[in-house]
C-alpha cells in the first residue's frame, strides 16, 4: 500500500541567492547540476528559475525528513520534459536516503516571481 511518506516546502530570495551566486565563485558548480544550470540558467528570468530549483532541493530534504548536509544539493536534479513540467532525480546520497524511507516516487511543484520562489515536494511511497 502506497502513501505519503513526506512533504516539504521552501522560499526563496531570488535576489539573495544570485547574490551569493556573483559572490562565491563556484557555488553554481556545486550546488546546480550540469543539467539544471543548461536548461535554467539562461535568459531573463535565470535568477528565479535557479531559486525554483534550489527552493526543490531544500524542499526535498525536507520531504524525505533529513537536514541539510544528509546528501549533496547536487543529489537532487530538478529536471523539465518538453511541454516545461517539472521533475525531480535523485542520485548518490539522495537516492540512498528515498530508498530506505521506502520512497517511489516523488512529485514537484515550483512557483516563482522576481522576488521569491517556491518548491513544493511529496514523497510517496511505502512508509
Known amino acids: 500500500m502506497s502513501g505519503v511518506v513526506g512533504v516539504g516546502i521552501d522560499l526563496v530570495d531570488v535576489a539573495r541567492l544570485a547574490s551569493a551566486i556573483g559572490r ?3 557555488i553554481a558548480q556545486r550546488v546546480f ?3 539544471e544550470r543548461s ?3 539562461t535568459g531573463a528570468r535565470r535568477d528565479e528559475r ?3 530549483r534550489f527552493a526543490a532541493k531544500e524542499a526535498t530534504m525536507k520531504a ?3 537536514g541539510l548536509g544528509a546528501f549533496a544539493f547536487r543529489d537532487v536534479e530538478v529536471v523539465t520534459d518538453d511541454a516545461g ?6 542520485h548518490n546520497g539522495a537516492q540512498a536516503v528515498a530508498s530506505r524511507l521506502g520512497v517511489t516516487s516523488l512529485s514537484v511543484s515550483l512557483t516563482h516571481t522576481a522576488a521569491m520562489a ?3 515536494v511529496v514523497a510517496e511511497g511505502r512508509p
Do not use: E, K, Q
Open 24 to 26: 562565491r565563485r563556484g
Open 33 to 35: 547540476t550540469d543539467v
Open 39 to 41: 536548461t535554467a540558467a
Open 50 to 52: 535557479l531559486a525554483a
Open 64 to 66: 524525505l525528513g533529513v
Open 85 to 90: 513540467r517539472p521533475s525531480l532525480v535523485l
Open 118 to 120: 517556491s518548491a513544493v
